[in-house]
């Protein structure tokens, strides 16, 4: 069975995918558009650049071996140099210029070869719809500095790794880059809710050893008969304290967590034509087809069967 941020992103069907691998010379500028259902990330594989994110008051500098995630897929711009409004360029617009055919490396920018940047640049993308509070929650910008040292010497060798593969020339390398990366995810996130910020997002049950425990537990059983004296008690906690501290850290009650996830492992059953009704209620934890049909018409405003319709038309368009 998978630990609960394991479980989390597997059943959101997260899926990495690597943009270029840069080598980009100072003055230079790159304007990144919004994208829906996905994470970017940026990772600093030799030099500098600065990065600003719509809805973040300032630039952050990216400095080498620094992560960046921006995990809801937000426009910004990452940029080097002098001037930056008449440096920076549309993306489409600078990989027009650099003639970049979409394998090997990105090469862009001024005449200034001894200020290389080189960026290790992909996203993570999610299944169209779904939700989980940890994603929807974290900040629009997380700068992980020195990542790769502060990570651990496997992920510091995991990012070696994708740096010399990324673009390279060896058969494979592009595909053991990928694989590779969807691990800096995970870390990263791990890294965000063990840091002492995620309590200012809504997201501090996930770095509290009781609640998370409790958190824990469900996800490993979801379709049990979870009420929230069963939580507590698997959190070690009284009924009372655990609802209380549950509700301050996470701003909703242990039940609407509960409901939520129940929720999107339904819509994902229910998006596979072979699964009945049934087999949806009863993995979602619930006995009857009717009780189920309610929860899910309240949590989402559809009936399930309405659900499906949809999912087989967008499924029909593809």
């Not at 995918?17 to 996905?38: C, I, M, Q």
């Not at 009780?291 to 319709?309: C, I, M, S, V």
């Amino acid at each position: 069975m998978l630990d609960l941020l394991s479980d989390i992103l597997t059943n959101l069907s997260m899926r990495g995918t690597l943009y270029f691998r840069t080598s980009f010379t100072k003055p230079w500028g790159v304007a990144v558009p919004n994208y829906e259902n996905v994470a970017r990330f940026h990772f600093a594989h030799r030099g500098s650049c600065l990065v600003r994110v719509a809805g973040v008051a300032e630039p952050v500098a990216m400095e080498q071996g620094d992560l960046v995630i921006i995990p809801h897929g937000s426009s910004h711009d990452l940029y080097c140099g002098h001037d930056p409004d008449r440096t920076i360029m549309p993306l489409d617009a600078v990989l027009e210029k650099s003639g970049f055919k979409g394998s090997g490396v990105l090469v862009y920018g001024g005449e200034e070869p001894q200020s290389e940047t080189q960026l290790i640049c992909g996203h993570f993308a999610f299944e169209p719809g779904a939700r989980h509070v940890l994603m929807e929650r974290l900040p629009p910008l997380i700068h992980l500095k020195n990542y790769g040292e502060a990570a651990g010497r496997w992920m510091e060798a995991t990012l070696r790794v994708i740096g010399e593969e990324t673009g390279g020339h060896k058969m494979g390398g592009d595909l053991i880059a990928l694989k590779m990366s969807e691990a800096i995810l995970a870390q990263a996130i791990r890294s965000f809710i063990e840091g002492d910020n995620a309590p200012e997002w809504g997201l501090g049950a996930f770095s509290d050893p009781h609640l998370c425990r409790a958190l824990d537990a469900f996800h490993k059983a979801p379709s049990q008969s979870w009420t929230v004296e069963t939580l507590a008690k698997t959190a070690g906690m009284s009924r009372t304290s655990f609802a209380v501290q549950f509700q301050k850290l996470m701003q909703l009650t242990p039940m609407e967590y509960v409901t939520g996830w129940r929720m999107e492992i339904a819509k994902k059953r229910l998006s596979q034509p072979s699964t009945s009704l049934s087999d949806a209620a009863e993995c979602a934890g619930y006995a009857s087809d009717s009780a189920f049909t309610r929860a899910f018409k309240k949590e989402t405003g559809q009936t399930p069967a309405e659900f499906r319709r949809q999912q087989s038309a967008v499924r029909s368009e593809v």
